[in-house]
């Protein structure tokens, strides 16, 4: 009876190196697979966004001159107040009076 459970003990701890090196390998080949899996799925999402990134290519090529327009006749952000929205959906800015453009100086300093 020693002898059988020394041989299975023998038996087993040779077989643990063999089964770890095997499911190391299957591990490796996993991860490949995974790899593949993702490689042609940001392949197919590339090629479906690619017209799409080529219409927003051509906004862009018309909107810039019309952005730098706009932000020409606007001027200096800080002239106007925060936008508000309206009932009805409109944003509207509203321009700071002369008043408000000077700048408040701390404690009710005044400047000479």
Same mark, same amino acid.
């Given at each position: 009876?020693?002898? =059988?459970?020394a ?5 087993? *701890? ?11 390998? %299957?591990?490796?080949? @996993? ?5 593949? +899996? ?7 999402? /590339? ?5 799409? =990134?080529?219409? =927003?290519? %051509? ?5 810039? #001159? /019309?952005?730098?327009?706009?932000? @020409?006749? *606007?001027?200096? =952000? ?5 936008? !508000?929205?309206l009932p009805? +959906?409109? *944003? ?6 002369? !008043?408000?453009?000077? #700048? ?6 005044? !400047?000479?």
């Amino acid at each position: 009876m020693k002898h =059988l459970c020394a041989a299975i003990s023998l038996c087993l *701890i040779t077989a643990v190196p063999v089964s770890a090196q095997s499911a190391d390998e %299957g591990v490796g080949e @996993g991860l490949s697979l995974l790899e593949q +899996g993702a490689k042609i799925i940001m392949r197919s999402m /590339l090629d479906e966004m690619e017209p799409a =990134l080529r219409e =927003l290519d %051509g906004a862009a090529a018309v909107m810039g #001159p /019309l952005l730098k327009e706009f932000l @020409g006749s *606007i001027g200096d =952000l800080s002239q106007y107040h925060p936008p !508000e929205k309206l009932p009805n +959906g409109d *944003i509207i800015l509203r321009r700071k009076s002369a !008043e408000e453009m000077v #700048p408040a100086l701390p404690d009710g300093e005044i !400047e000479i």
